[in-house]
DNA sequence: CTCCCTATTTACTCCGACATATTTCCTGTG
DNA sequence: CACAGGAAATATGTCGGAGTAAATAGGGAG
């Protein structure tokens, strides 16, 4: 039973607009305790939330108010709702692991480390397969928001948030040149993972490497229209991602 | 606007479990038919659904109801509340595509053939690395589950609902087998996208060739373990599908 | 004539109570 | 002793109202 209070909820009503932070509304704050502790193995699958007079008397809250956060991991399958039986905490698999917010409230406390080995291997996976669907179709304007991303990343180093946004924008890039809305949609996703893990991680040996040359080489295939090239080039970069993720399972 | 009146949720409260309906709920059936209508495009990226009690009156539902539907519905990405401001859908960039829901929604009236197209294409993408991947870690319990699979895919034929049981367990035994989170949850959503295809589309001409040796062919080089086989065993599927949605875009 | 400050309108957010459906337990019968 | 039927208990689903934050419009000053 969660013992804390909801004094973290206090927090989220004055900041204003659109803070990423717990969530911005009461309702979006109960949702990530729960779903933070979902997620961490406090409420394993099966586990019931009985008691939703007892939850919102719990957590100081309105029904109303934790029936909306119920009414969130609903939407994403988290949990099921039935009358009597409670709420259920479904099996893993009907989750939606790849939905952002539940990204975010799997690495809210100590990341389960097989799960981000599984979303690299999955980056490892899409990305080179996307960097050749670019090189068959970019067009002007791609090759335009590559060409600045990489001019970020040149400016600001990969330590910083701005060079590690320039580093998305990249890689969203050549994403939206696929022409494919699934794909950007995974990407999304991928991109808030792996923020998250080096948010998580402040490792400064991270970057053993100078990564500039290698995006310059994908970027290079792709405006050449070189899809065997760029599929290769973009291999080497998510195996070096997927290396580094490796070695830090061992610490 | 939406003018029908909402007798059709009166349907689901009937349906006591586990119905696959518009919804099993009030608010399920209301997300339903907002869901439906912006992924149609009757409600743009930008448009506002301004008028949380005029929406509540023109659907006759109170506004509990329709503020829990619009809590599922931005909890996946695709409206944004705010005070004064209304409720906005969001940018297509900003969806969760690979919602289950959201795909149902998409798929609930004529989807569009580009979205299809991308789902496939992702498909072909994802499919053939996790049978290398499965080929490398599976154990015996996961090709007893693929063995299963095709004797149920063999005594029923693909044109059973069935038989395409059998096909997505065959795929799902697969991905399990791959120990990657991740890609099962995106195999999930995929899988309910072939499945509403093939729902949306009952048609006959659909299976020119006999897909049982196809999917022998991957069962065999995931059970030697040999990767490179299962991958371009499993590609030669996932392409012969593509090919038929490309084939069915000309219509 | 333009810019800034203020007040009002507007629409979301939260709260507490009522109605309803379902599960479980108990009792009676075969 | 086992099974079936009914009643009670309990959690979910629903409803209308009050509070609050924000955007727009209007007025005043520069």
């Known amino acids: 039973m969660p013992d804390a209070d909801l004094t973290t909820a206090d927090e989220n009503t004055k900041q204003g607009e659109e803070a990423r932070g717990p969530g911005r509304r009461l309702h979006g704050a109960i949702a990530h305790k729960l779903g933070t502790a979902i997620l961490s193995g406090k409420y394993a699958p099966g586990d019931i939330l009985s008691g939703e007079v007892a939850f919102a008397e719990e957590l100081q809250v309105s029904r109303s108010a934790y029936r909306e956060a119920i009414q969130v991991l609903t939407a994403k399958g988290l949990v099921a709702s039935r009358p009597k039986a409670g709420t259920r905490v479904l099996p893993r698999d009907r989750w939606n692991l790849l939905d952002p917010e539940v990204l975010g409230w799997a ?80 990407s999304a996703s991928i991109g808030a993972a792996v923020n998250w893990t080096t948010q998580f991680k402040q490792r400064a040996r991270a970057l053993p490497r100078n990564p500039i040359p290698d995006h310059v080489k994908v970027y290079d295939a792709i405006a050449a229209g070189d899809a065997a090239a760029a599929a290769e080039a973009m291999n080497v970069l998510v195996d070096l991602a997927l290396e580094d993720t490796r070695s830090s399972m061992e610490d």
Not at 123 to 149: F, G, H, S, T, W
Request: net charge positive; proline share 2%; hydrophobic share 50%.
């Open 107 to 186: 690495f809210a406390g100590e990341p389960d480390i097989e799960f981000v080995r599984s979303l690299f291997e999955l980056r490892a996976i899409v990305e080179p397969a996307a960097a050749r669907l670019a090189a068959q179709r970019r067009d002007k304007a791609d090759l335009k928001a590559m060409k600045d991303a990489l001019a970020a990343m040149r400016r600001h180093t990969l330590t910083t948030e701005a060079g590690r946004a320039a580093d998305r924008d990249f890689h969203k890039a050549i994403l939206q040149a696929t022409r494919n809305d699934a794909l950007l949609t995974l």
